[in-house]
C-alpha cells in the first residue's frame, strides 16, 4: 500500500531557530500533500495544502510566513518551522493523497517538535 | 472548523468486550473515514464510507453511516489490548476531498 515516510520522528530546538519537516511519498506520486498540526489530546488541525510545483494554500490563523512549505517534487513536501517559539511545540503530521484515487489519504509518522 | 465529533471522548473496557464509538457532523459530505492513532505516532487509516452507503466491514470493525442523522459509529468486537489507541473520524464535504478531523476517542483495552 501506499507509504508516507515523514522526518524527523522527532527534533528539539532552541528558539528562533528553524527547524524543517520532510515528508516523502515513497511508492506513488502525491500531487497534494497536507500539513496538519496537533496539540496533546487534540484533533488534527489543517494548516496547509500543498500542491506540487506551485505555492501552498493555508488555512485561516496560519502564518504563511513562518510555516513555509515547499513541494518541489511529486514525492517531497517540506515545512519548515522558521524562528521556532516555544509555542511552536506540537506534533506536526503530513498526509499525502494517492493520485490513482481521490479518496487514498496516508499519513506519515508525525514529527515531535520541542522548542525550549 | 472541526466537523464530526466523536463520542464518548474516552472509553475503558475490558479485553473481549465490543467497543462502540460515534461520530456526529453537521453538513452534508461526500465520505467520512475512520482512523486510529497510537499515542504520539501517525494516523492508520481504517475505513471510509461513502455517502451512499450504509455500512462497511473490515474483519473486526464495522461502520455504518446514517446520513439522515449525520451520524456514523465504529464497532470493533471482541477488542484486544493492541486496539488501545485514539479513534478519529473525519468528513470532507462539497468540492473539497480533504477531511476535517473530530477530537477523537481515546480507547483503552484492558488485558
Known amino acids: 500500500g501506499a507509504v508516507v515516510s515523514q522526518h524527523p520522528s522527532w527534533v528539539i530546538c532552541k528558539s528562533g531557530t528553524s527547524v524543517k519537516i520532510e515528508c516523502r511519498s515513497l511508492?506513488?506520486?502525491?500531487?497534494?500533500m497536507f500539513w496538519y498540526r496537533q496539540f496533546p489530546k487534540q484533533s488534527l488541525m489543517l494548516m496547509a495544502t500543498?500542491?506540487?510545483?506551485?505555492?501552498?494554500?493555508?488555512e485561516q490563523g496560519v502564518e504563511k510566513d513562518k510555516f513555509l512549505i515547499n513541494h518541489a517534487s511529486l514525492t517531497l513536501s517540506t515545512l519548515t518551522v522558521t524562528s521556532a517559539h516555544p509555542e511552536d511545540s506540537s506534533f506536526y503530521i503530513c498526509?499525502?493523497?494517492?493520485?490513482?484515487?481521490?479518496?487514498?489519504?496516508?499519513f506519515g509518522s508525525g514529527t515531535r517538535l520541542t522548542v525550549v | 472548523s472541526q466537523q464530526g465529533e466523536e463520542d464518548p471522548q474516552a472509553l475503558s473496557i475490558q479485553e473481549g468486550e465490543n467497543a462502540t464509538m460515534n461520530c456526529s457532523y453537521k453538513?452534508?459530505?461526500?465520505?467520512l473515514q475512520w482512523y486510529r492513532q497510537n499515542s504520539g505516532r501517525g494516523l492508520v487509516h481504517l475505513i471510509l464510507?461513502?455517502?451512499?452507503?450504509r455500512e462497511k466491514h473490515s474483519g473486526r470493525l464495522r461502520v455504518t453511516l446514517d446520513t439522515s442523522k449525520k451520524s456514523s459509529s465504529l464497532l470493533i468486537t471482541a477488542s484486544r489490548a493492541a486496539d488501545t489507541a485514539s479513534y478519529f473520524c473525519?468528513?470532507?464535504?462539497?468540492?473539497?476531498?480533504?477531511?476535517?478531523f473530530g477530537r477523537g476517542t481515546s480507547l483503552i483495552v484492558h488485558p
Open positions: 473525519a468528513t470532507d464535504s462539497g468540492g473539497s476531498y480533504i477531511p476535517t
Open positions: 498526509s499525502a493523497r494517492d493520485g490513482q484515487t481521490n479518496y487514498g489519504y496516508t
Open positions: 464510507i461513502r455517502s451512499n452507503e
Open positions: 500543498s500542491n506540487e510545483g506551485s505555492k501552498a494554500t493555508y
Open positions: 511508492d506513488f506520486q502525491a500531487t497534494t
Open positions: 453538513t452534508s459530505i461526500n465520505n
